[in-house]
């Protein structure tokens, strides 16, 4: 079994940075895709980057250029966020899996609980 939690959330101003943590623990080892996702009051969860164990990373449009995924490959992943916007505010929630295409929630296992981000304007 695997188990995720997620740290480093908090209240930023807008074009601040923070920087997310994901700690994994069981066989976190034979999982080969972690992700960020998050959730805004109202919307659905949408996924917000992916990177596998060989080092790809994917990114959706939004937010290309101000967040960056990283990994130590050995259960802790983290994404760096860099010029928040209002728009970026929700629960953040880290994941893990065997998708086929990385930024689809629906092919993700295991989730953690989630860090609220707040970016004020």
């Known amino acids: 079994q695997v188990q995720l939690v997620e740290s480093g959330g908090g209240l930023v101003q807008a074009g601040g940075s923070l920087r997310l943590s994901c700690a994994a623990s069981?066989?976190?080892?034979?999982?080969?895709?972690m992700g960020w996702s998050r959730q805004a009051p109202g919307n659905e969860r949408e996924p917000v980057a992916a990177?596998?164990?060989?080092?790809?990373t994917h990114y959706v449009h939004s937010v290309k250029g101000r967040f960056t995924i990283s990994t130590d490959n050995a259960g802790k992943w983290y994404l760096q966020m860099d010029n928040l916007k209002p728009e970026d505010t929700a629960i953040y929630y880290c994941?893990?899996?065997?998708?086929?295409?990385?930024?689809?929630?629906?092919?993700?296992?295991?989730w953690g609980q989630g860090t609220q981000v707040t970016v004020s304007s």
């Open positions: 994941n893990a899996g065997y998708p086929m295409n990385p930024l689809s929630l629906s092919e993700y296992h295991y």
């Open positions: 069981g066989s976190i080892h034979l999982i080969p895709t």
């Open positions: 990177i596998t164990t060989r080092g790809a």
